[in-house]
């Protein structure tokens, strides 16, 4: 028997099973009532809650695209005194969180047709936003926009992969080395597009 959760703990609670059922089964193999198992309540719950799969799937993304959101809503810092206040360490933070919606936004979503253009859209936000803070390293447009994508897919993969396979207690330490990577990478480019 489903135990009586507020709706909107009830909501949280199936985004964040449909997210892990998604991820392991695709959109077109997921049924609610998958779902529902997932969560150890009815179809009839998930149904009362979302009207349809898409209606899910769409909750999902949005519930990782809103945090990212808030993460950075508060100035950036550098990264230098606490890791995690970085813009690595805020998008590592939200992957930590919601790690099987992180991986259905950055890896699947762009597979499955009806939440493509999410996909699309938020690859570009997130794009723009790189572009933006690489403004003041590359002069020439193409290498700005190449690096950018380039920097973008590196971290979400590269966390993704963390994801799959690193050990959570051993976060801090992945954290380091994405940081400290990413920031010697864009010192090299850099230097080299300062050279000429």
């Keep these: 028997m489903a135990v009586r959760m507020p709706r909107a703990e009830r909501r949280e609670q199936l985004v964040r099973c449909a997210a892990s059922v998604f991820v392991r089964g695709g959109f077109g193999a997921t049924s609610m009532d998958d779902v529902a198992r997932e969560a150890g309540v009815t179809r009839l719950i998930v149904y009362r ?5 898409d209606d899910l799937y769409r909750a999902v993304l949005d519930a990782v695209l809103d945090d990212v959101a808030g993460e950075f809503d508060e100035p950036l810092g550098d990264g230098a005194d606490d890791p995690r206040r970085s813009v690595v360490g805020r998008v ?3 992957a930590r969180r919601q790690p099987d919606g992180f991986r259905l936004l950055w890896r699947h979503a762009a597979h499955e047709p009806a939440f493509a253009d999410t996909a699309a859209v ?7 936003f790189a572009l ?3 403004r003041d390293v590359f002069d020439d447009p193409v290498l700005r926009l190449w690096a950018a994508e380039s920097l973008v897919t ?3 993969e590269s966390i993704c992969l963390w994801l799959d396979d690193g050990d959570p207690a051993r976060d801090d330490e992945c954290l380091m080395m994405l ?3 990413v920031r010697a990478t864009v010192q090299r480019w850099a230097e080299r597009a300062a050279a000429g």
């Design 132 to 134: 933006d803070l690489l």
């Design 49 to 53: 809650i979302f009207e349809t799969k």
């Design 179 to 181: 940081v400290d990577g």
């Design 92 to 94: 590592f933070g939200v």
């Design 122 to 128: 938020a690859k570009v936000a997130v794009t723009e």
């Design 154 to 156: 590196f971290l979400h």
